[in-house]
T-cell receptor, first 109, second 114 residues
Framework: GQNIDQPTEMTATEGAIVQINCTYQ??????LFWYQQHAGEAPTFLSY????GLEEKGRFSSFLSRSKGYSYLLLKELQMKDSASYLC??????????FGAGTTVTVRA | TAGITQAPTSQILAAGRSMTLRCTQD?????MYWYRQDLGLGLRLIHY???????GKGEVPDGYSVSRANTDDFPLTLASAVPSQTSVYFC?????????????FGPGTRLTVT
């Protein structure tokens, strides 16, 4: 089974940087995903990590350390439209995804 | 391209009644999934199907059943609804069950059981 922890809420100012941490415990690891979910909408894919290190995609980057059971999502140059929930999800070796409860990010002007 | 669609968008259902939530994808994805999302608990997997003709149980399968007769459709049935099944239900699909394949989510069905 999975135990995935991420902060409930974070607030940041437009143009700033925010780092959302995710820690997990798993018996079998086969990748970590980050999804974005705006209120009332479906989750959409942001990033995937399976090896240790940093993956960069424009303003968003995701980092993974398998030995520490730790990942973070870095959002740079924050925009108002980045206000959303960010979901950390871990895939076990049987390919099923387990999601954290999500981190609600509020971007203030 | 429609992607993945769900019906209905929302529904109020009396306890004890049955209901089928529909999910259709046009991306020819092999794998499909049903999740429920409740405040503070995040997305929880109900059932999944790695390929047409096969299904499996997720984290919270009790009270739900699924079928996967073809690639495109993956209906979720509540045989006898209970108030604890009030939730937002998301259907998702991915090209394959493993690798780096991301899951694509439908718009969701908001179900209230009274």
């Amino acid at each position: 089974g999975q135990n995935i922890d991420q902060p409930t809420e974070m607030t940041a100012t437009e143009g700033a940087i925010v780092q959302i941490n995710c820690t997990y415990q798993t018996s079998g690891f086969n990748g970590l995903f980050w999804y974005q979910q705006h209120a009332g909408e479906a989750p959409t894919f942001l990033s995937y990590n399976v090896l240790d290190g940093l993956e960069e995609k424009g303003r968003f980057s995701s980092f993974l350390s398998r030995s520490k059971g730790y990942s973070y999502l870095l959002l740079k140059e924050l925009q108002m439209k980045d206000s959303a929930s960010y979901l950390c999800a871990v895939r076990e070796s049987d390919y099923k995804l387990s999601f954290g409860a999500g981190t609600t990010v509020t971007v203030r002007a | 391209t429609a992607g993945i669609t769900q019906a209905p968008t929302s529904q109020i259902l009396a306890a004890g009644r049955s209901m089928t939530l529909r999910c259709t994808q046009d991306m020819r994805h092999n794998a499909m999934y049903w999740y429920r999302q409740d405040l503070g608990l995040g997305l929880r997997l109900i059932h999944y199907s790695n390929t047409a003709g096969t299904t499996g149980k997720g984290e919270v399968p009790d009270g739900y059943s699924v079928s996967r007769a073809n690639t495109d459709d993956f209906p979720l049935t509540l045989a006898s609804a209970v108030p604890s099944q009030t939730s937002v239900y998301f259907c998702a699909s991915s090209e394959v069950a493993g690798g780096s394949a991301e899951q694509y989510f439908g718009p969701g069905t908001r179900l209230t059981v009274t």
